[in-house]
């Protein structure tokens, strides 16, 4: 129940939902308990009066007997049906109400988990999978769902009976009471013993189900590249195999279930036969009476599905436990890209790394070492290198997506970390080297980065990108759907669309990471023109391996294995003998050829 300590906070803030079915459970198990003790009153006035009817046999007051008789029976009967309209009434507004409260819960929760994902820095996404993310903010907030609803409906249902039923049953036989109650103690202590081998396996099993989704979602993602290698039979039977284990968990975790409810059927049918053979003898010595026999019969049928509703209440609060513990876990975990001043203004667009180091925790690989960059506002760098040489990481540090684990990366002067991130950010223009695009329109991917933006600058920055003539040709144009991470787009096309997204924000900072690599040279010199004139008095990083982009820029930076091995402009960089220029003759012999 620790775990399930965070779920508090929305029982605060829902408190009128769950005070309100409190009550109505109350109610609705008043009207359940009174219809019994009709039952025993109707069930004594027939043996009470029968004697008597039979005494004045054959004269007119036997009939005036039966007809008072009869009535009184019918009065019983429709009073017992009154108090069962009645009690589904209240039946109704309990599920009305702990079951409302339980979606808004799982509403309010699910928003929370995302919202908190948003926060969390790239370094937690390397460390875990899409599907294990997925498994916690839909399969376990479903589990804890079932404790917040069902589960407490049920638990408030089965205390407030107990209450009521057992104090109705002790004021009528303290003794029967006792027999009737006396397998509870068994049942107690196999709840205890069930439910440790239900947590275990329920853990097991959500677990199971966090691989089972991260296979198939990677699975799908890649479906062309399994297709592509003829992979199909071998992905199938990796599906198998996992699936499999699930099942057999599944089934571990079922076995335990399926021998628990007829364990408890057995104890509920055990008090049954208490209550004929002690009732019995009770009858006998004339301590009570026939109907007090039928009554108590009724309130252990009335607490047979309590008792079973007890084990499954159990078991769902044991797997919402474990369920929430995994979203914990998650939600503990807190971003280290914190504002130190939260400074919001807008930038001029100067970068200046000093003495910058930074190594990848996760994988040990240093990227960066004593790296240094100064890049004055409007002005354009090119970064060329091999790859792994830590091209994309210096865009990573300037989106602040990672922190440096060593030097210092001051945007105007001022330290980055002082920088309110989300200001930070909007003012940049990045185009990453893996490109995503969102399964929308067109207008939509290139709007993404601004709430309003008019038709007119979305067909500009796609004129820029040199996509027009493309659009232009589908049936719908704009509103043509890319599809999943863009797959109905050629591999030029999702990258010319990536970066009119990025120019459409008009950001002060633009970063450009070898975002030409799948267009044809023809392209990438009209794309190359026209983001000439779109980097102008504009700060702009540009990382690439090809070096006709580099010539754009006012300084070329060559990096190799995370270190300056030259910089300069391209003139410069042509009259040394180095790498650049190495570099450069080897790609120009590969066009002409």
């Known amino acids: 129940m620790r775990a399930l300590s965070h779920l508090n906070k929305y029982f605060v803030r829902y408190k009128w939902y769950l005070i309100l079915g409190s009550l109505f459970t109350v109610l609705s198990n008043l009207f ?36 008072v008789f009869a009535f009184s029976i019918f009065l019983y009967g429709i009073l017992i049906l009154v108090m069962a309209l009645l009690k589904g009434i209240f039946l109704f507004l309990v599920r009305q109400t702990l079951i409302v409260m339980s979606r808004r819960i799982e509403y309010d929760l699910k928003n929370e988990i995302y919202a908190h994902y948003q926060t969390l820095p790239l370094s937690f996404y390397r460390r875990n999978n899409t599907g294990d993310l997925m498994a916690r903010i839909s399969e376990d907030v479903s589990k804890v769902r079932m404790y917040v609803g069902p589960s407490i409906m049920y638990g408030i249902n089965l205390l407030t009976l107990f209450v009521l039923v057992i104090s109705y049953m002790v004021s009528v036989s303290t003794k029967l009471t006792f027999y009737v109650l006396l397998p509870l103690p068994v049942l107690s202590v196999s709840i205890y013993i069930v439910n440790t081998i239900i947590m275990k396996r329920s853990e097991e099993l959500q677990r199971q189900l966090s691989q089972l989704s991260t296979f198939v979602q990677e699975a799908f993602s890649g479906i062309r590249v399994i297709k592509a290698f003829v992979r199909e039979k071998d992905s199938l039977a990796n599906f198998k195999t996992e699936s499999d284990a699930y099942r057999q968990k599944s089934l571990a975790l079922t076995k335990v279930d399926s021998l628990f409810y007829p364990f408890m059927l057995v104890l509920v049918g055990v008090s049954n036969v208490l209550v004929v053979f002690v009732g019995g003898q009770e009858i006998m010595a004339g301590r009570l009476t026939p109907g007090n026999i039928t009554e108590f019969i009724i309130y252990v049928s009335m607490l047979t599905w309590p008792v079973m509703a007890l084990g499954w209440t159990t078991s769902q609060t044991q797997r919402a436990a474990a369920s929430q513990e995994r979203i914990n876990e998650f939600l503990a975990v807190k971003t280290d890209l914190t504002s130190l001043k939260n400074i919001d203004r807008d930038l001029a667009g100067r970068i200046t790394f000093k003495n910058v180091d930074f190594l990848y925790a996760d994988s040990g690989i240093k990227a960066l070492k004593n790296f240094n960059l100064d890049v004055q506002a409007g002005q354009s760098v090119a970064i060329l290198g091999t790859t792994g040489s830590g091209k994309s990481t210096i865009a990573n540090l300037i989106t602040r997506m990672y922190d440096a684990t060593g030097g210092e990366i001051l945007i105007d002067d001022q330290p980055i970390k002082d920088y309110n991130l989300q200001r930070l950010r909007h003012q940049m223009g990045y185009v990453p080297q893996d490109v995503f695009l969102f399964s929308d329109t067109i207008a939509g991917n290139v709007s993404f980065g601004t709430t309003d933006m008019s038709p007119q600058k979305i067909e500009q920055a796609v004129r820029d990108a040199d996509l027009y003539a493309n659009i232009v040709e589908f049936p719908e144009q704009f509103d043509t759907k890319v599809g999943e991470r863009g797959i109905t787009l050629s591999g030029g096309q999702k990258q010319r669309l990536s970066i009119a997204r990025a120019i459409a924000r008009d950001p002060r900072i633009l970063i450009l990471d070898d975002c030409l690599s799948a267009v044809d040279t023809q392209t990438e010199n009209i794309i190359l023109n026209n983001l000439k004139r779109i980097m102008e008095n504009r700060t702009s990083v540009i990382i690439s391996h090809r070096v006709s982009s580099a010539k754009l820029a006012d300084k070329i930076i ?36």
Do not use: C, W
């Open 32 to 67: 359940g308990i009174l219809p019994a003790q009709l039952v025993r009153y109707a069930l004594d006035l027939v043996r009470e009066t029968l004697d008597i009817y039979f005494l004045f046999n054959g004269s007119r007051v036997q009939a005036a007997l039966y007809d």
């Open 558 to 593: 060559m990096l190799d294995d995370g270190r300056v091995v030259q910089h300069g402009t391209h003139q410069s960089l042509m009259a040394q003998d180095g790498p650049y220029r190495d570099l450069y003759e080897k790609q120009l012999q590969g066009e002409e050829v």
